[in-house]
């Protein structure tokens, strides 16, 4: 019997949004693992950068945009700069994060930052702070 | 030499000393970096989601107002300044129909066409100045003052737009070599130190920064340079919070390339602005450095 396993079944709607935002083709990765090696933010996450790559391969959408690893990472082209097949995952997780902050919802609050924060961070971390976890 | 100059939020605020100290060097050097008229905030990072062009403009702005004084190039000293006013002329470069929509809803300013060369302070001093000169100016300079380069991501990523290798870069070391420090290649100089992570996520950061000055330090480091302020900010503010973690950290001063430049260059103090760093950097460097040292 011939078997045939086909992206295009996976592929919801969801991954393709991310693939449009991100311009990027998640099924390029062959889950190596040097993004995840690379990441100085796993620490942080629940998910590794390559697991996040492997969930949108297989259409597993929910388990992506409740996770933590979108928001520990902090765009710093690591993965990008060391995938050998050419994958920009830095622009994958920036597309996961806009899909959920252009639903209005925000990671971080300005509001709740204490005062003597705001005036001892540099003008650069907050602006893109702001700019990468809210919306 | 006169080259136009983007300064940037940061360096007018919290990172007088990378401003002043970059200023006075490039100007003991023989380059007037001349601030430019207008600027704007480039936004600090690019958007990276394709179809938001909003976050394009600030940048390109930018680059109209180098075009309009007839410049065909801009130094900035910050290294996210860089990557992100780099990041949109990439994006004008490469993408026509991107470019055109964009100049059309900007309809008020001239077309921008991806003419301007966006150059970060290391380049000039490379590649005007020459790392030779400044050695030959400098001459025993900074001996003894055993300097740990970090380097961060935005100087070396994204690779379309990095200046150096991303995995083996030497900018900064042949920077401090020129000048005559004992130089530390550190495993960790193109580690991420968490970034704008700062802001939301102060325990990543201070695992981050307890790693990269903790490696530094056990390699023999006196002080570690870097170029950005937020990396700044992370290594050398951060490091108190580095202690509510590990209470056996003992840190090292976090310095600019343009401070160590400056001092090695014997310009004033007052150019260097140490009082705003959490780990004064007088100490090491008035007894590591030759004896001559900062002068008022
Ligand atoms: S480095 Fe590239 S190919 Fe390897 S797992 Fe990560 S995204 Fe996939
Ligand atoms: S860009 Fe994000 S996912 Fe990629 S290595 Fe950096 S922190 Fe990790």
């Given at each position: 019997?011939?078997?045939?396993?086909?992206?295009?079944?996976?592929?919801?709607?969801?991954?393709?949004?991310?693939?449009?935002?991100?311009g990027?083709?998640?099924?390029?990765c062959?889950q190596?693992?040097?993004?995840?090696?690379?990441?100085?933010?796993?620490?942080a996450?629940?998910?590794?950068?390559?697991?996040?790559?492997r969930?949108?391969?297989?259409?597993?959408?929910?388990?992506?945009?409740?996770?933590?690893?979108?928001?520990?990472?902090?765009?710093?082209f690591?993965?990008?700069?060391?995938?050998?097949?050419?994958?920009?995952?830095?622009?994958?997780?920036?597309?996961?994060?806009?899909?959920?902050l252009?639903?209005?919802?925000?990671?971080?609050?300005?509001?709740?930052?204490?005062?003597?924060?705001?005036?001892?961070?540099p003008?650069?971390?907050?602006?893109?702070?702001?700019?990468?976890?809210?919306? | 030499?006169?080259?136009?100059?983007?300064?940037?939020?940061?360096?007018?605020?919290?990172?007088?000393?990378?401003?002043?100290?970059?200023?006075?060097?490039?100007?003991?050097?023989?380059?007037?970096?001349?601030?430019?008229?207008?600027?704007?905030?480039?936004?600090?990072?690019?958007?990276?989601?394709?179809?938001?062009?909003?976050e394009?403009?600030a940048?390109?702005?930018?680059?109209?107002?180098?075009?309009?004084?007839?410049?065909?190039?801009?130094?900035?000293?910050?290294?996210?300044?860089y990557?992100?006013?780099?990041?949109?002329?990439a994006?004008?470069?490469?993408?026509?129909e991107?470019?055109?929509?964009?100049?059309q809803?900007?309809?008020e300013?001239?077309?921008?066409?991806?003419g301007?060369?966006?150059?970060?302070?290391?380049e000039?001093?490379r590649?005007?100045?020459?790392?030779?000169?400044?050695a030959?100016?400098?001459?025993?300079?900074?001996?003894?003052?055993?300097?740990?380069?970090?380097?961060?991501?935005?100087?070396?990523r994204?690779?379309?737009?990095?200046?150096?290798?991303?995995?083996?870069?030497h900018?900064?070391?042949?920077?401090m070599?020129?000048?005559?420090?004992?130089?530390?290649?550190?495993?960790?100089?193109?580690e991420?130190?968490?970034?704008?992570?700062?802001?939301?996520?102060?325990?990543?950061?201070?695992?981050?920064?307890?790693?990269?000055?903790?490696?530094?330090?056990?390699?023999?480091?006196?002080?570690?340079?870097?170029?950005?302020?937020?990396c700044?900010?992370?290594?050398?503010?951060?490091?108190?919070?580095?202690?509510?973690?590990?209470?056996?950290?003992s840190?090292?001063?976090v310095?600019?390339?343009?401070?160590?430049?400056?001092?090695?260059?014997?310009?004033?103090?007052?150019?260097?602005?140490?009082?705003?760093?959490?780990?004064?950097?007088?100490?090491?460097?008035?007894?590591?450095?030759?004896?001559?040292?900062?002068?008022?």
């Open positions: 019997m011939r078997t045939s396993l086909d992206a295009e079944q996976l592929k919801n709607d969801i991954v393709a949004r991310i693939e449009e935002l991100s990027e083709n998640v099924y390029a062959y190596c693992g040097r993004c995840s090696a690379g990441c100085p933010g796993i620490e996450m629940d998910l590794l950068p390559n697991q996040v790559i969930l949108l391969q297989m259409g597993q959408v929910d388990e992506v945009l409740r996770c933590k690893t979108i928001w520990a990472c902090a765009s710093c690591t993965c990008e700069s060391r995938c050998p097949k050419g994958v920009d995952l830095t622009r994958i997780m920036e597309a996961v994060r806009q899909i959920i252009r639903q209005n919802i925000d990671h971080a609050k300005l509001a709740e930052l204490p005062d003597e924060m705001i005036e001892d961070l003008q650069a971390a907050l602006v893109s702070g702001f700019r990468k976890l809210t919306s | 030499m006169r080259i136009p100059y983007y300064p940037g939020c940061t360096v007018k605020t919290t990172a007088k000393n990378l401003e002043e100290s970059a200023l006075a060097s490039a100007a003991a050097l023989g380059i007037e970096l001349e601030e430019l008229e207008r600027w704007n905030c480039c936004g600090v990072v690019a958007c990276l989601a394709g179809d938001n062009l909003m394009q403009l940048p390109i702005r930018n680059l109209i107002r180098v075009q309009e004084q007839g410049a065909d190039r801009v130094v900035t000293m910050c290294s996210l300044c990557g992100t006013l780099k990041a949109a002329n994006l004008f470069r490469r993408d026509e991107k470019r055109e929509k964009i100049n809803f900007m309809y300013e001239p077309d921008y066409e991806g301007v060369e966006v150059l970060h302070l290391l000039v001093l590649d005007e100045i020459g790392f030779d000169t400044i030959a100016r400098v001459g025993e300079g900074l001996a003894g003052l055993r300097i740990a380069p970090y380097y961060g991501c935005l100087l070396l994204p690779r379309e737009l990095g200046l150096d290798d991303p995995e083996d870069p900018i900064l070391e042949d920077l070599e020129s000048v005559g420090a004992d130089v530390i290649v550190d495993p960790y100089r193109t991420c130190c968490g970034s704008y992570q700062t802001v939301s996520n102060i325990d990543l950061v201070a695992e981050r920064t307890r790693r990269i000055v903790g490696s530094a330090v056990r390699r023999g480091a006196d002080i570690i340079v870097t170029s950005c302020p937020v700044h900010f992370n290594l050398d503010r951060r490091q108190r919070d580095v202690l509510r973690i590990d209470r056996e950290f840190g090292l001063p310095l600019y390339f343009t401070q160590v430049l400056a001092f090695a260059l014997d310009l004033p103090e007052s150019v260097m602005h140490f009082d705003l760093h959490e780990i004064d950097p007088r100490p090491v460097l008035e007894s590591k450095a030759r004896t001559a040292g900062v002068s008022e």
